[in-house]
């Protein structure tokens, strides 16, 4: 049976190597998982279906980048109660408990992955701070009450899809919505996930462009 403490939302396109990985990382935990495939053509519906869990599948008629819409998707068959714990299919969990998010005192949570940027970085503080400015949706944790402060925002749309055209704009568009709420954030540690984001040159400078193009958001704070 599923507690409804905490529901897992899973997008995924064409990332059917990782399926076994992510499964078997939740596979311990008593939640909902709702995988969402995005116009997928690889053996994810094969693989699901072989290990008896239920999908989504998006419209084949999408047209380019869909990763709000398929984070909003999932938002929407989740427990009207629950915590939401929102994963990219390859961003599985390699160590930490999920059932310590149950009782955070953080509204959100940005999870960690196994190799990560936000370590160390000290110049990118300016604006609204650090945790803020490093919003990325691969990981994110949030609570009910939270969940439910943004979407009466947003008019109940959690991410939004006007601007995830552009990689990594929605996440730090969301970002300052949370920081314009004065939800508490916080990066947690403790839960790691597989993958990277390195200290390189190239990465960095995308992180000055997410934040050069805050003022193209029309948010209503500036």
């Known amino acids: ?62 047209k380019g ?3 709000s819409y398929c984070r909003n998707l999932g938002l929407s068959l989740c427990n009207k109660d629950a915590d939401v714990l929102f994963l990219d299919g390859d961003r599985y969990v390699e160590s930490g408990n999920i059932t310590d998010l149950e009782n955070t005192d953080y509204d959100v949570n940005l999870l960690y992955l196994t190799e ?5 970085i000290i110049d990118i503080t300016k604006t609204y701070g650090q945790v803020y400015n490093f919003f990325f949706s691969c990981g994110i944790f949030f609570k009910r009450s939270a969940l439910n402060k943004i ?7 959690l991410f939004s899809e006007d601007i995830q055209e552009h990689w990594g704009i929605e996440d730090t568009y969301l970002g300052d919505v949370c920081y314009h709420l004065n939800l508490t954030c916080n990066y947690n540690k403790g839960i790691r ?3 990277k984001f390195e200290k390189t040159a190239a990465e960095i400078d995308t992180i000055y462009i997410r934040l050069q193009k805050r003022d193209k958001l029309n948010v209503l704070w500036n």
């Open 1 to 62: 049976y599923f507690l409804y403490m905490i529901d897992i939302v899973i997008i995924g396109h064409n990332e059917g190597e990782y399926i076994e990985k992510m499964y078997h990382s939740l596979k311990p935990y008593p939640y909902q998982r709702h995988w969402i495939l995005d116009r997928c053509t690889d053996n994810s519906e094969q693989l699901l279906s072989s290990l008896w869990e239920a999908y989504t599948k998006t419209d084949s008629n999408l």
């Open 65 to 67: 980048r869909q990763t």
């Open 116 to 120: 990560d940027l936000r370590d160390g």
């Open 151 to 157: 979407l009466d925002f947003q008019n109940n749309e």
């Open 193 to 195: 996930l597989h993958g």
